[in-house]
């Protein structure tokens, strides 16, 4: 070969390889930390939507997902992320009270008339103020996702609210959630997710409260016996990102993580209810009771809490009224 044509096939191979390398540069992977194992229905969710964005940003912005409160536990997770340790975190809307005020809405007992309700709020404009309400903060939420009604569970039955007299209740840390338990004269103990099991097992707490599948699949059904069906709360998860990952993606996969977290969050609605069938068959089979109880008792003893409300923090009432208008 002519030594000018081995110069040129060199030179083409150099900008091959280059443009290869700069290519492989393009790739931008971004970590996603939450709190419950691979087989709870937001594992799979958010598997969706990493599936989704890799397809559609053809490999450029994939996302590697961290179970297990691997990367912490969500308070953790969210620090991370505001300090650029982290990309995305997903956090209960509760613990998300203490970063952003507005997410309060959720937490409060009895607000939603029913699920469609719930889901109309997410919906609506409040709900997305509320997603975007943390920018100043370093992220904002992408979507929620459904996580059904919270109700107690302990171990002994708990028929009315006052059975929840004295009891050492854990409650996600948020300042709404342990203002609910007091106003039903329990003790809160604000816990990480995390450290339940244990804390049930060992009797550090006597009650806890939650949606089924994550009372089963965290394992607390092994230890805890009475599930009361009261649905005090329906409190969703939230996706979150931090404002410097999602600046750095171009305009084009920024809509693309935004359209496949909604999607995903949409598909989390199908899963959701299915997982609630599968998993209180199998709490039953543990030999979980399922308690029925007169909801209204439930609803007229935290009444007051809007009651002080409304006169102590007129400025959030004011939220609560927006809440219960959305159709
Ligand atoms: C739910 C929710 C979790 C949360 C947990 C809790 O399971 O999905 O995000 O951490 O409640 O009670 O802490």
């Given at each position: 070969m002519q030594n000018s044509k081995r110069q040129i096939l060199s030179l083409a191979t150099g900008v091959m390889l280059v443009l290869g390398a700069s290519q492989a540069c393009a790739v931008t992977t971004l970590k996603l930390s939450h709190n419950q194992s691979r087989s709870h229905a937001v594992h799979q969710a958010m598997t969706q939507f990493a599936d989704e964005v890799k397809e559609k940003t053809n490999g450029e912005v994939r996302i590697r997902i961290y179970s297990?409160?691997?990367?912490?536990?969500q308070r953790e997770s969210i620090e991370l992320m505001q300090n650029g340790a982290l990309d995305i975190a997903k956090s209960n809307a509760a613990e998300l009270e203490a970063f952003?005020?507005?997410?309060?809405i959720f937490n409060l007992?009895?607000?939603?008339?029913?699920k469609t309700h719930y889901q109309q709020v997410m919906n609506s404009d409040i709900g997305k103020e509320i997603l975007n309400s943390s920018q100043n903060m370093g992220f904002i939420g992408l979507t929620y996702y459904d996580a059904g009604a919270r109700s107690f569970y302990a171990k002994k039955p708990i028929r009315?609210?006052?059975?929840?007299?004295g009891l050492k209740i854990r409650v996600q840390p948020s300042p709404s959630a342990i203002a609910l338990v007091k106003g039903l004269a329990g003790n809160p103990t604000p816990l990480a997710y995390g450290e339940l099991y244990t804390a049930l097992q060992q009797g550090v707490v006597d009650a806890a409260e939650n949606n089924i599948p994550s009372f089963t699949l965290s394992r607390h059904s092994e230890v805890t016996k009475f599930f009361s069906l009261d649905e005090h709360t329906m409190i969703p998860d939230v996706l979150l990102i931090s404002n410097n990952s999602l600046n750095k993606l171009t305009t084009e996969q920024q809509a693309i993580v935004k359209k496949a977290a909604l999607n995903s969050s949409k598909y989390m609605i199908q899963l959701w209810e299915k997982s609630e069938k599968e998993e209180r068959a199998k709490a039953e089979k543990q030999g979980v009771e399922f308690i029925h109880v007169d909801k209204t008792l439930f609803q007229n003893a935290v009444n007051p809490m809007y009651d002080k409300m409304a006169e102590t923090h007129p400025e959030l009432f004011e939220m609560v009224k927006r809440v219960r208008k959305v159709e």
């Amino acid at each position: 070969m002519q030594n000018s044509k081995r110069q040129i096939l060199s030179l083409a191979t150099g900008v091959m390889l280059v443009l290869g390398a700069s290519q492989a540069c393009a790739v931008t992977t971004l970590k996603l930390s939450h709190n419950q194992s691979r087989s709870h229905a937001v594992h799979q969710a958010m598997t969706q939507f990493a599936d989704e964005v890799k397809e559609k940003t053809n490999g450029e912005v994939r996302i590697r997902i961290y179970s297990d409160s691997q990367l912490g536990n969500q308070r953790e997770s969210i620090e991370l992320m505001q300090n650029g340790a982290l990309d995305i975190a997903k956090s209960n809307a509760a613990e998300l009270e203490a970063f952003s005020p507005a997410y309060f809405i959720f937490n409060l007992p009895y607000l939603f008339r029913d699920k469609t309700h719930y889901q109309q709020v997410m919906n609506s404009d409040i709900g997305k103020e509320i997603l975007n309400s943390s920018q100043n903060m370093g992220f904002i939420g992408l979507t929620y996702y459904d996580a059904g009604a919270r109700s107690f569970y302990a171990k002994k039955p708990i028929r009315t609210p006052e059975d929840l007299k004295g009891l050492k209740i854990r409650v996600q840390p948020s300042p709404s959630a342990i203002a609910l338990v007091k106003g039903l004269a329990g003790n809160p103990t604000p816990l990480a997710y995390g450290e339940l099991y244990t804390a049930l097992q060992q009797g550090v707490v006597d009650a806890a409260e939650n949606n089924i599948p994550s009372f089963t699949l965290s394992r607390h059904s092994e230890v805890t016996k009475f599930f009361s069906l009261d649905e005090h709360t329906m409190i969703p998860d939230v996706l979150l990102i931090s404002n410097n990952s999602l600046n750095k993606l171009t305009t084009e996969q920024q809509a693309i993580v935004k359209k496949a977290a909604l999607n995903s969050s949409k598909y989390m609605i199908q899963l959701w209810e299915k997982s609630e069938k599968e998993e209180r068959a199998k709490a039953e089979k543990q030999g979980v009771e399922f308690i029925h109880v007169d909801k209204t008792l439930f609803q007229n003893a935290v009444n007051p809490m809007y009651d002080k409300m409304a006169e102590t923090h007129p400025e959030l009432f004011e939220m609560v009224k927006r809440v219960r208008k959305v159709e």
